[in-house]
């Protein structure tokens, strides 16, 4: 089978080195091409991935037309999400775009548009599908290991998203960083609701198996000076009761090095048990009817082509299989309404109906 050639287009999010590392890794994947109207932010792949200056691009067009990928990773702020698919589109290849879905629904449905006119898999990855003790959690779930799901629990975030770049190397922000950053745009979709809430809504809606809240109520913090949240909590109301999701720039400590307080991941309340899934660990924990002092259960070993997006993205490209499960736009458009209702319930201070 010929290898794949992707294009790495925008450089917004400090993912996109992540991810070309993954395609580089991969036998069946060539970087055909890099794209940023900056140069200077697409130094590091270069350099870390061996790419020549040949492949390398500030146009989009240019580049697209110069490469003829069969797949594009995008990386934009969240605001430029539905643009950059409705510009990648029409050259009928198939698009991987870094979390979040898109800054409001009606752009997520821009980009689910685009694809189905283009007869392309469009997939929106978020790196929190490819922990092993969150799938550990999904299959344990629906082995019915704890009765029906009622609640999702979610925190999650880190110290903040200027103190790491790709590959989660640590860097020290200043405020001048934070004014000269996308993150803490409002405009660019910057802020941590944006930025952390559609992890948990959307593999809430995975652990829910597609099932929507009926309203929503949120809360964000704004400290003085910036324009967007740097916390956020959630609550859904589902039939079945209610899940919180709360998104968090400023833990103690980062949870890929220690596991702050409180732990970032999941806790899954059921009818006959609860099973707690936290980010990195090697363990989840769960308690049942027969043993309800609970267990640690070791996490599932993820096997290819499902440790990664980009392993996963091209099973389903080279099989002309449908992206599903939590990239999936259905999943994920699920999840993006989720988010909206939050935006719309914390700017009038009062619960809403789920925004449809």
């Given at each position: 089978m010929k290898r794949l050639k992707v294009v790495g287009l925008n450089f917004d999010h400090m993912h996109m080195g992540d991810l070309l590392r993954k395609c580089r890794e991969h036998p069946g994947v060539e970087i055909a091409g890099i794209c940023d109207d900056d140069p200077a932010r697409m130094q590091a792949a270069m350099a870390d991935l061996q790419i020549p200056?040949?492949?390398?691009?500030?146009?989009?067009?240019?580049?697209?037309?110069?490469?003829?990928?069969?797949?594009?990773?995008?990386?934009?702020?969240?605001?430029?999400?539905?643009?950059?698919?409705?510009?990648v589109a029409p050259y009928r290849v198939h698009m991987l775009v870094e979390k979040p879905f898109a800054a409001t629904l009606r752009d997520a449905d821009r980009m689910i548009?685009?694809?189905?006119?283009?007869?392309?898999?469009?997939?929106?990855?978020?790196?929190?599908?490819?922990?092993?003790?969150?799938?550990?959690?999904?299959?344990?779930?629906?082995?019915?290991?704890?009765?029906?799901?009622?609640?999702?629990?979610?925190?999650?975030?880190?110290?903040?998203?200027?103190?790491?770049?790709?590959?989660?190397?640590?860097?020290?922000?200043?405020?001048?960083?934070?004014?000269?950053?996308?993150?803490?745009?409002?405009?660019?979709?910057?802020?941590?609701?944006?930025?952390?809430?559609?992890?948990?809504?959307?593999?809430?809606?995975?652990?829910?198996?597609?099932?929507?809240?009926?309203?929503?109520?949120?809360?964000?913090?704004?400290?003085?000076?910036?324009?967007?949240?740097?916390?956020?909590?959630?609550?859904?109301?589902?039939?079945?009761?209610?899940?919180?999701?709360?998104?968090?720039?400023?833990?103690?400590?980062?949870?890929?090095?220690?596991?702050?307080?409180?732990?970032?991941?999941?806790?899954?309340?059921?009818?006959?048990?609860t099973i707690s899934s936290y980010d990195y660990e090697p363990t989840i924990r769960v308690q049942t009817r027969a043993d309800p002092r609970g267990e640690d259960i070791a996490v599932d070993e993820l096997k290819p082509p499902f440790q990664d997006p980009i392993q996963y993205f091209i099973h389903c490209i080279n099989e002309g299989l449908p992206v599903e499960g939590p990239l999936s736009p259905k999943i994920a458009r699920i999840g993006q309404q989720i988010v909206d209702s939050a935006v719309r319930s914390a700017r009038m201070r009062k619960t809403v109906e789920l925004i449809e």
């Open positions: 200056s040949a492949r390398v691009f500030t146009d989009p067009h240019r580049c697209l037309e110069a490469t003829e990928p069969d797949f594009v990773i995008l990386c934009p702020a969240t605001a430029r999400h539905a643009d950059y698919v409705e510009l548009a685009a694809a189905k006119r283009a007869t392309r898999l469009l997939a929106i990855n978020w790196p929190l599908r490819w922990y092993p003790s969150h799938v550990t959690a999904h299959r344990l779930l629906r082995e019915g290991r704890i009765g029906a799901l009622q609640e999702v629990h979610y925190y999650d975030g880190n110290r903040g998203p200027l103190w790491h770049t790709a590959d989660k190397i640590e860097t020290t922000p200043t405020a001048a960083m934070k004014r000269k950053s996308w993150f803490y745009e409002a405009k660019q979709g910057g802020g941590s609701l944006l930025d952390y809430l559609g992890y948990g809504t959307t593999l809430g809606t995975w652990y829910h198996e597609g099932r929507k809240p009926i309203e929503v109520t949120a809360v964000v913090d704004r400290p003085r000076g910036l324009e967007i949240d740097e916390h956020s909590v959630t609550i859904a109301r589902y039939l079945t009761g209610l899940s919180k999701f709360e998104t968090r720039w400023g833990t103690f400590t980062d949870p890929w090095t220690h596991q702050p307080q409180p732990k970032c991941g999941f806790v899954l309340k059921a009818e006959d048990g």
